[in-house]
């Protein structure tokens, strides 16, 4: 066998910083600390019976993270962590040190999810933009992109009941029928594989399953500055009027969101506010040139909220999520903009 040399993860260490590591400027820049608090109030177990002390707070969220940035399952992120020295440097591991599997990374998550917190570390993250003059609030973009997740195989008839409200017929009668064949175990372990939440909705001639992420962002920083997560059945009008609030005071969409009872309800809340739509041309009424111009001012603004959506589908791994039900896609979207304000941060920062 080779010798192994004595300070060969020295060596390779400093070789990554050399090389430009993007995890260690991150670690330099953001004081992850400040979550701490929060994060340590919602995973909190009693040790008076004794057992394993729990792993560090700041190392699991900091793995969350490194998920939505590389597009990592919790078994994936496990051995990611053991098989790369920039992912160990920046969890502040060392080589041989305890490593959290898979499952326990999961546990985490969900206590965050349990608890709230994750949303409240992503205000807190923006509160901390705003004091160091990140977040301006001089101008508002607001802007949704679909979020997908594995189809559902149901028929039509059971969509339409999943859209009422209604119990299913088609499927759980499949179910029986694979069961007698022994095809499968168990009804309930197909049922749990399928998103009963997500909805289909259409865009062009593309169709596409699975959420949406209403966003709003910040136009000078591009920094999402507040979302809403819905099946992505529901249109982008409809979250228009609940992300809005004070502190905007010129906002700016597209023509999706061109319906004049949502701006009248806007006015009414917040007289003096200035939302600016771009026009839409009907049937046998044409945009004018007067419209076309307006369009364009507006477009070079309202475009940098598609810089957000385009980050993350070529750097993040893509807008979309491997878990099923509302409520872990909307604890993944909320860890996926918190990743994005935090790489967007480091830029404006660095």
């Known amino acids: 066998m080779k010798q192994v040399k004595l300070f060969g993860v020295e060596t390779q260490i400093g070789r990554l910083t050399r090389l430009g590591d993007p995890l260690k400027k991150i670690n330099e820049l953001v004081d992850w600390e400040m979550f701490r608090e929060q994060i340590e109030g919602a995973i909190r177990k009693d040790m008076s019976k004794g057992g394993r002390p729990p792993y560090d707070a700041i190392m699991m969220y ?9 597009g990592l399952s919790d078994a994936g992120v496990e051995f990611q962590i053991v098989d790369r020295y ?45 004091e160091k003059g990140i977040i301006t609030h001089k101008g508002t973009i607001i802007d949704a992109t679909f979020v997908t997740v594995p189809k559902r195989h149901t028929t039509k008839r059971d969509n339409e009941h999943l859209k009422n409200g209604e119990a299913l017929e088609d499927l759980p009668a499949k179910c029986m029928e694979r069961l007698e064949k022994e095809e499968i175990k168990a009804v309930e372990d197909v049922m749990s594989q399928m998103d009963m939440d997500a909805r289909w909705a259409k865009k062009g001639d593309e169709s596409f399953f699975g959420y949406k992420d209403h966003v709003k962002c910040d136009s000078e920083s591009k920094i999402i500055t507040d979302f809403s997560v819905t099946a992505a059945s529901v249109h982008d009008s409809q979250e228009f009027v609940d992300l809005v609030d004070a502190r905007d005071k010129d906002v700016k969409v597209d023509s999706g969101y061109a319906g004049e009872e949502f701006q009248e309800q806007l006015y009414e809340k917040f007289p003096g506010i200035q939302v600016h739509v771009c026009a839409r041309a009907y049937r046998n009424k044409p945009l004018t040139d007067e419209d076309k111009r307006s369009n364009k ?21 893509g807008i979309i999520c491997r878990v099923h039900g509302f409520d872990r896609v909307k604890r993944d979207i909320t860890a996926k903009n918190m990743a994005y304000n935090i790489k967007r941060f480091v830029y404006l920062a660095g």
Do not use: C
């Open 297 to 317: 001012e507006i477009s070079r603004t309202r475009s940098r909220i598609e810089h957000i959506f385009g980050y993350m589908t070529r750097f993040m791994a």
């Open 62 to 70: 900091k793995i969350t993270m490194l998920q939505q940035w590389y």
């Open 86 to 130: 920039s992912f160990m440097r920046f969890l502040g591991l060392d080589a041989g040190d305890r490593i959290p599997d898979g499952n326990t990374i999961w546990d985490f998550k969900e206590a965050l999810k349990a608890k709230g917190v994750d949303r409240e570390l992503f205000d807190l993250f923006n509160r901390m933009l705003e």
